[in-house]
């Protein structure tokens, strides 16, 4: 992975990965004036200053996620389980069409498919290209195709309390306990707090651990103006331009070849009624709440 990256960052201090350190250092005050506050996954370039390292500048990113606070992430892996907490289609479909409108590729991670078949949640996303992912992190089913996705990517895992991500985790980063026990002795006594997301190296990749990353997080930081929906679902983007009208909103017109691709089977429904869901959301949201 690319050096001088940041691995976590907490009350004004930032834990930046060069070679085979990591090392404290702040950020010069420019940042602040320009009101960009450095996040995890940051490239960033140092300087010094008085001795001590400071960030001097972040490169271009890919994409930054505000709550949890991670930029240039490749990959959202969104984990659901087949039984409680029940899935919900509307809240995998809102994180998968975040992940797309940032230029993230969402990968579903279904888990507990030894309580409930999944088949059902998995035929949701038969025509989406979303891929699906079934793990047992008890037994190790499924984990080496969740490794292999990981090399060279920056992935986020996300999904609410019980669903298994924790165990997840787990089983992906076996060295999680020794590389915190060293950021925490870099933070310091009084610095240290586990509601921050920290990187972790793991199969040729970097990880996220994110604490408390639910999926309305994500929800209320992150909006997709209606125009933008068409292309966060990457099942309705590939109708572009078929419509008989321009500028279809693909929930009531004649003619709409999204409504005609869903009719011939080549749109699942969930998913097409999660789109008129966020479409008509997006609808009612003032200029001055975006």
Request: net charge neutral; glycine share 10%.
């Amino acid at each position: 992975m690319q050096d001088n990256y940041i691995v976590k960052g907490i009350g004004g201090f930032y834990y930046v990965k060069t070679g085979a350190e990591i090392v404290e250092c702040k950020a010069k005050g420019i940042f602040r004036k320009k009101r960009i506050t450095p996040v995890a996954g940051d490239v960033v370039r140092l300087e010094r200053d008085g001795g001590s390292p400071v960030i001097a500048q972040i490169e271009p990113r890919k994409n930054v996620f505000v709550r949890p606070p991670v930029a240039n992430v490749d990959q959202l892996f969104i984990v659901v389980s087949t039984v409680q907490p029940v899935p919900s289609t509307l809240v995998i479909d809102k994180l998968s069409a975040i992940a797309v409108d940032k230029g993230a590729q969402p990968i579903i991670v279904i888990t507990k498919t030894d309580l409930a078949d999944e088949a059902e949640i998995t035929a949701c996303y038969a025509h989406s290209g979303i891929p699906v992912l079934r793990v047992n992190a008890a037994t190790g089913e499924g984990l080496d195709a969740v490794r292999a996705r990981l090399n060279g990517k920056l992935s986020v895992f996300c999904g609410n309390s019980g669903v298994g991500k924790s165990t997840l985790l787990g089983a992906l980063l076996p060295e999680h306990t020794l590389e915190t026990g060293e950021i925490s002795q870099k933070l310091g006594r009084g610095r240290h707090t586990t509601r921050e997301v920290v990187l972790y190296e793991s199969c040729g990749g970097l990880v996220a651990d994110t604490p408390g990353f639910a999926s309305l997080d994500m929800e209320r930081a992150c909006f997709i103006p209606k125009e933008n929906l068409q292309f966060a679902f990457p099942e309705i983007e590939r109708c572009f331009g078929r419509c008989k009208f321009t500028g279809c909103s693909h929930t009531v017109e004649k003619g709409c070849a999204v409504r005609q691709a869903l009719e011939e089977g080549e749109i699942d429904r969930t998913r097409y009624e999660s789109y008129v869901t966020l479409y008509n959301e997006a609808k009612e949201v003032k200029e001055w709440e975006k």
